[in-house]
């Protein structure tokens, strides 16, 4: 097997979702390879429907503050349970020194598909997922309700047309996650 071909199956197979890292913020330029890597992605009629908005530092407590709000809209007003929640939400946004929201703005024209721009999307954020590995980061890709809400969307400053597809946690890791079991392709493919 090529060299090449070896290394990169070897970050494919190693790349897992790290949910704990340490506080350490990553340097900005590492951030901007991880982000970088993203525009490599494949997408029909080069339409580069991705779009980023990095949290650091303090900016992550305005989405703590929207998580929160979210979960505590599940319970009655001054229901202790809300305000447990609303707490939880917050400290959410806070368990990555750096959190990347990642959205799609799709493409406007006759022969653009909004399926096809949102699995542009999808592959962006496999690359950078990739990349944050392979420059020894932890990552991991969360969506939930949050992803829903229009007033998220417009507080990143995506359009109505616009999609959010999750939010990227990054750090060091601070943990290490087991190889998983994988169904081999063979088992999945039907040749014809």
Known sequence: MDDAVAQLKRIIEGRRSIGKVTDERPDRA?????LESATWAPN???TEPWRFVVLAGQAREALGWFMGEQNAARYPAGRAE?????????????RAPVVIAVGVEPGIGEKIEEFEEI?????????????AHALGLGAKWS??????????RKWLGL???GQLLGFLYIGYPAMTSERSIRTPAADLTDWR
């Open 159 to 161: 359009s109505e047309r």
């Open 44 to 46: 029909h009629r080069l």
């Open 82 to 94: 809300a305000d447990v929640e609303r707490a939880r939400g917050a400290r959410k946004a806070l």
């Open 143 to 152: 969506s939930g309700a949050i992803v829903h809400d229009p007033a998220v």
């Open 30 to 34: 590492l951030i901007e390879q991880v």
């Open 119 to 131: 699995a542009a999307v999808a592959a962006a954020t496999q690359n950078m997922l990739l990349t």
